[in-house]
């Protein structure tokens, strides 16, 4: 089970931390990563952080603003996300999987366990 918190309402500029809570599984066995979605678009890849946090990607638009990273005693992922944007706005999941794929694991096919995800708005 993978339950996210940390979302809500955010001026533009602020700063939010989202976190993800792996529960059932073994949580070194899996990378994490984040998505996000807003309504009537496609799902979009956000970042991704590997098994030991020694790899980290990111989608061009939140580099240098967002940072991926994983607690590893406590089976959590976060991502901290600063200098937020309106168009930052979405609904955000966070997602695992232990398969090995090409890295970096930019598409949703790539990753077969989602949370029920956190929404994120910023406003201008």
């Known amino acids: 089970q993978l339950q996210a918190s940390g979302g809500g309402l955010v001026q533009a500029g602020g700063s939010l931390r989202l976190s993800c809570v792996v529960s059932g599984r073994t949580f070194t066995n899996y990378r994490v990563g984040w998505f996000r979605q807003v309504p009537g678009q496609k799902r979009e890849f956000v970042a991704c952080?590997?098994?030991?946090?020694?790899?980290?990607y990111y989608r061009e638009s939140v580099r240098g603003r967002f940072t991926i990273s994983r607690d590893n005693d406590n089976n959590t992922g976060n991502l901290q996300m600063d200098g937020l944007r309106p168009e930052d706005t979405a609904r955000y999941y966070c997602?695992?999987?232990?398969?090995?794929?090409?890295?970096?694991?930019?598409?949703?096919?790539?990753?077969?366990?989602w949370g029920q995800g956190t929404q994120v708005t910023v406003s201008s």
């Open positions: 952080v590997d098994l030991r946090n020694t790899s980290t």
């Open positions: 997602v695992i999987d232990d398969q090995f794929v090409e890295w970096p694991p930019v598409d949703s096919e790539e990753w077969n366990y």
